[in-house]
Every structure is written in C-alpha cells, then in structure tokens.
C-alpha cells in the first residue's frame, strides 16, 4: 500500500531555510505518470496547495511561493525534498506531503502524509 | 493568483442532505475534486474529477458540476460527517493548484 511521512525541524528561526523530506513506500517516481506533491495548513485556517513533482522532473509552483520553493526527488531512496527559503512566522503550519498521478489530474492528490507541524519562532 | 471559494459553514440534521458550493472561473475547464478533513487528521479524498468517488467512499457521497460552481453532496449525512470539507483544482491552464476556502459541516 501507499504511505508517505513527512520529516524535518519542528521548529525554525525567521529568515532561515526549511528543508522537509517526504519518504514514500508503495510507488516509484520513476514510473509514468506519478508525482509527490507539498501541502501545508496553519493552525485553524485551509489548505494551501505548494508545489509538485513529477517522474518525469516537471515541477509545478504556488506562484505566490514560487520565489521561495524548491523541490527534488531522489528516485533511488523515494525521496522527495521541499526547501523553503527565508522563512516567516506566518510560515509556521502543518506542512503534508501527497501522491499524485496523471490519471487522477488537476494536480489533486489521493494519499497523504500524517504532516508535520513547523513552528517559526525566534 | 486563482481563488475557489467555499461557504464557511453549512448545518445539517441527521439523515438530511448537506449540499456544499465551490465556486471558481476556471471550474469549467478544469475538474474539482473534494477531501475531508477531521480534526487532528490528514484531508481524506472523497470526489475526484468532479463526480467520481474512490473505493472506500460511501454511496452517500457524490458530486456534481454545473459552469463555474461544483457541489459536493451528502446524502443522509451521519454524525461521523461532522468535518472540514475542501474543494480543490487548478488555475485555468493546469499550471499549478489551488484549495477552496473550507467549509465546516456540523451535524446539529
């Protein structure tokens, strides 16, 4: 089965780098069609769509972030890598992880990481 | 950037029919898709491509589309319904994603 966990720093200063990683079991991202995407949520508000990756190393960017993120994968250890640069404390949320495919479309996602909360705070 | 919005809040009795509204310029061209969120829990896929519903789902969930607004529908809502509901899709030319606004669903 699909399972996806996210992993990185639960707590970061302003104006630091995040760095999150996504391990995932169950797909390849070296198979047609799949992708891994970012989600994050703050406390208490929605959804915030990130970024995205797919096999085929096409990246796709929240442009109001875009300045901000950058996103790798590493086939061989189903690893996907989110970096996220002068962070803010409106930055501090439950940041997700997801999978993807082509045939399921519009960027949506249909299994999901636990998430792991990110507090900015000096 | 590209917005979907949802109600805040919709309330609905036992066994009654919860209907909620995402609206979006782009929902026309592109297919909305629907999770739910309880709390403390990762969002669980509940509509894709506007009215398909993955494995596991119940019945009494289903979803429809009609120009720029989608709907999700609950049909002979349950108390374990009592979630967060988002709608999802993409800008109008699949460039990136985006979430509604959220809608609390309250089983009263």
């Known amino acids: 089965q699909i399972t996806l966990k996210e992993s990185g720093p639960t707590l970061v200063k302003p104006t630091q780098t995040l760095t999150l990683t996504c391990t995932f079991s169950?797909?390849?991202?070296?198979?047609?069609?799949?992708?891994v995407g970012w989600i994050r949520q703050p406390p208490g508000k929605a959804l915030e769509w990130l970024a995205l990756i797919y096999w085929n190393d096409d990246k796709r960017y929240n442009p109001s972030l875009k300045s901000r993120l950058t996103l790798t994968k590493d086939t061989s250890k189903n690893q996907v890598v989110l970096t996220m640069t002068n962070m803010d404390p409106v930055d501090t949320a439950t940041y997700y992880c997801?999978?993807?495919?082509?045939?399921?479309?519009?960027?949506?996602?249909?299994?999901w990481g636990q998430g792991t909360l990110v507090t900015v705070s000096s | 950037s590209y917005e979907l919005t949802q109600p805040p809040s919709v309330s609905v009795s036992p066994g009654q029919t919860a209907r909620i509204t995402c609206s979006g310029d782009?929902?026309?061209?592109?297919?909305a898709y629907w999770y739910q969120q309880k709390p403390g829990q990762a969002p669980v896929l509940v509509i894709y491509?506007?009215?398909e519903r993955p494995s596991g789902i119940p019945e009494r969930f289903s979803g429809s589309s009609s120009g720029t607004t989608v709907t999700l529908t609950i049909s002979g809502v349950q108390a374990e319904d009592e979630a967060d509901y988002y709608c999802?899709?993409?800008?109008?030319?699949?460039?990136?994603?985006?979430f509604g606004t959220g809608t609390k669903v309250t089983v009263l």
């Open positions: 169950g797909f390849s991202l070296s198979t047609s069609g799949v992708g």
């Open positions: 782009a929902l026309p061209k592109q297919y």
């Open positions: 999802q899709s993409a800008d109008s030319s699949g460039t990136y994603g985006v």
């Open positions: 997801a999978h993807t495919s082509t045939i399921l479309g519009e960027l949506s996602f249909d299994y």
């Open positions: 491509k506007d009215s």
